[in-house]
């Protein structure tokens, strides 16, 4: 069964620091994997798409890595901000005629002052 | 800039009504889809639709139907809305061609209250 798992559920930060956000999935045959950012009340929002060739994709203070052998994803935030304080998702699209998505549970992320 | 508008933010109806849920694209994708968000359980896709007058179930079909008489509306459908359909509902589009088919775009969310 096809399946991604985010971690950790949550995450509270001071603003300024790191975070890293996991994704593991067993989705196959893989076609790429996308990081969506989730504003409360609001729809899902693409961050970055890694395809199977990728392993490294950067977007401002976002940076999202892939190794495809393994099959984990992580995406990594540089120098938090307050407006980082969102929900984000996972999702993994295989590579059939469907083009089939999977969703992970999300990460929710909480940036403090 | 294109778009996806889910024409209800904040709804609040009664147990046994009828409700419909609208969403119109402007991007004319062949694809769309209703997901429902709950937490916890992430989002599960309740149906979908690959072209006019098509649709086909997701995970969780039941309670609900859908309607795409255009290519730029779909439609979902409560046909007697019950509190544990109380959820946040997304619809999305997609192309179906070329690395459109990789990016699925979303709308603002409908938040559904079933008292």
């Known amino acids: 069964k096809n399946q991604v798992e985010q971690s950790p559920q949550s995450l509270i930060i001071l603003e300024g620091k790191n975070c890293t956000l996991q994704?593991?999935?067993?989705?196959?045959?893989?076609?790429?994997l996308r990081w969506y950012k989730q504003d409360t009340g609001r729809g899902p929002v693409s961050l970055t798409i890694?395809?199977?060739?990728?392993n490294t994709k950067s977007n401002g203070r976002y940076t999202a890595t892939l190794d495809a052998d393994t099959k984990q994803s992580s995406l990594h935030i540089t120098a938090s901000q307050l407006s980082d304080s969102a929900s984000y998702i996972c999702?993994?699209?295989?590579?059939?005629?469907?083009?089939?998505?999977?969703f992970g549970g999300g990460t929710r992320l909480m940036v403090k002052p | 800039d294109v778009k996806v508008t889910q024409s209800s933010r904040y709804l609040v109806k009664r147990t046994g009504e009828k409700v419909f849920l609208e969403c119109v694209q402007d991007?004319?994708?062949?694809?769309m889809f209703w997901y429902r968000q709950d937490p916890g359980l992430g989002l599960r896709l309740i149906y979908f639709?690959?072209?006019?007058?098509?649709?086909e179930k997701g995970d969780i079909p039941e309670g609900y139907s859908v309607s795409r008489e255009k290519k730029e509306r779909f439609s979902l459908i409560l046909e007697s809305a019950s509190t544990n359909q109380t959820s946040m509902y997304l619809c999305?589009?997609?192309?179906?061609?070329?690395?459109?088919?990789?990016?699925?775009?979303f709308g603002a969310g409908s938040r559904l209250t079933v008292l």
């Open positions: 999305a589009s997609r192309s179906s061609q070329g690395s459109g088919a990789n990016v699925l775009t």
């Open positions: 991007m004319d994708h062949e694809n």
């Open positions: 999702v993994v699209i295989n590579n059939n005629a469907g083009n089939m998505l999977t």
């Open positions: 994704c593991n999935y067993t989705v196959s045959p893989f076609s790429n």
């Open positions: 890694m395809t199977f060739s990728e």
């Open positions: 639709s690959y072209d006019v007058k098509m649709k």
